[in-house]
């Protein structure tokens, strides 16, 4: 029987919070399991860890995660914790750079008793690829006395990889009966040739997928189209910075960043987190909603059990996504950000209760 070894980052803020409760929920799946078992390493990385040591991420937690058959992370990085120039603490990044996640997976669903803003946005369900190693995050930036300037960068491999990602995503979810088998390249290719360049390497790669619709999208065009006419997209893929911004929207047409999971996948390693960050304003009183953690570790099982051919794992992370969409649905049990009084214990032991 397979025994996955899972990295375990907690990070900062409401990270060991919400952390905590979703190991409870996996290990209690793993003990019930009759055809798999989970055990979990702790690792120190984040803003914290960084007051302390002097190291945010250090040699030793990468190289456990390295040896890993996926890697949990709550969020890291703390307001007030910053780096000498002034920037954050965002191991999370260095992450995605180190295990070349080039695939940030955002889906986007919308399941009964969300509190969703759009009035007609039910059974809503696409998924967002934001490329994650470069773009403009590739940029180290060079700040002068009157002038700042960051460099974007987009280079073939890595667009070729994404986009086949997106491809194959688009295919998965046309077979499992989710999607039309649609990929929409969303780039800004009217005024820059780094996004004219993104899109024709898109375009090749559509070639080799006859069987998928490949569309494109402006990206101001596609904020404006996630609010009015969310149905047209199935799965869109794009760079970094417009992903990073894009998530957060997808995350507010599904009522909050509570519910949004996410995954930053690459050709051997996967990284699974909420979409959120660290939300110090809520810290240390227990009330943070666990949902996108539990979510994102359902991801963690559905991808474990696709790249291990083990279908049973695939099941259980259905069954771990299906149990959050029913506490949701019922609306008995609501953390603050969902307008009721539950603490995040609370929010998981109902999640437990419906796993059954
Ligand atoms: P980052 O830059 O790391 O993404 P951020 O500062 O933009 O982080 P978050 O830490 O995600 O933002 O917090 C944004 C807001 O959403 C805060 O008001 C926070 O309390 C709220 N929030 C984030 N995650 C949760 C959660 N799990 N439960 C309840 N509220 C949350």
């Known amino acids: 029987m397979p025994d996955f070894r899972i990295a375990v980052f907690e990070g900062d803020g409401i990270g060991r919070e919400i952390m905590a409760p979703t190991l409870r929920l996996l290990d209690g799946m793993a003990r019930q399991s009759q055809t798999w078992r989970m055990s979990f390493d702790m ?8 007051s302390e040591t002097g190291e945010a991420l250090p040699a030793a937690s990468v190289e456990t995660a390295r040896r890993a058959d996926a890697i949990l992370l709550a969020a890291m990085g703390l307001p007030d914790v910053r780096y000498p120039d002034g920037t954050e603490i965002t191991p999370q990044i260095d992450l995605r750079k180190i295990l070349g996640l080039y695939a940030g997976v955002r889906p986007v669903r919308v399941t009964p008793g969300l509190p969703t803003p759009l009035a007609a946005a039910r059974d809503l369900d696409f998924v967002l690829i934001r490329e994650s190693t470069e773009g403009l995050f590739a940029s180290v930036g060079e700040v002068e006395a009157d002038e700042a300037r960051e460099t974007l960068k987009i280079t073939r491999a890595v667009t070729e990889k ?5 491809f ?9 009966g989710r999607g039309p088998g649609r990929v929409t ?7 820059f040739p780094a996004f004219a360049f993104f899109r024709s390497v898109f375009d090749d790669v559509a070639r080799e997928y006859p069987d998928i619709e490949a569309t494109h999208a402006y990206v101001d065009a596609t904020a404006l189209w996630m609010v009015t006419q969310p149905g047209r997209f199935d799965v869109m893929v794009t760079e970094n910075m417009f992903g990073d911004i894009l998530s957060d929207l997808g995350a507010g047409l599904m009522g909050g960043l509570g519910f949004a999971p996410s995954a930053d996948i690459g050709d051997d390693h996967a990284v699974f987190q909420p979409c959120h960050g660290t939300a110090p304003d809520i810290a240390g ?3 943070a909603n666990p949902f996108a953690m539990i979510l994102s570790a359902a991801m963690m099982l559905d991808w474990l059990g696709e790249t ?7 099941a259980d992370g259905a069954r771990l996504r299906q149990a959050v969409e029913r506490v949701i649905a019922e609306g008995r049990v609501r953390t603050a950000d969902m307008g009721g009084t539950a603490t995040t214990d609370e929010a998981a032991a109902a999640v437990a209760e419906a796993l059954g």
């Open 43 to 50: 690792l120190p990385g984040g803003a914290q860890c960084y």
């Open 162 to 166: 994404v986009s086949r990602f997106a």
């Open 168 to 176: 194959d995503l688009a295919r998965q979810r046309k077979a499992d």
């Open 185 to 191: 390249c969303v780039d800004k290719a009217n005024v």
């Open 285 to 287: 009183r227990g009330i």
């Open 308 to 314: 291990h051919g083990h279908s049973p794992l695939r």
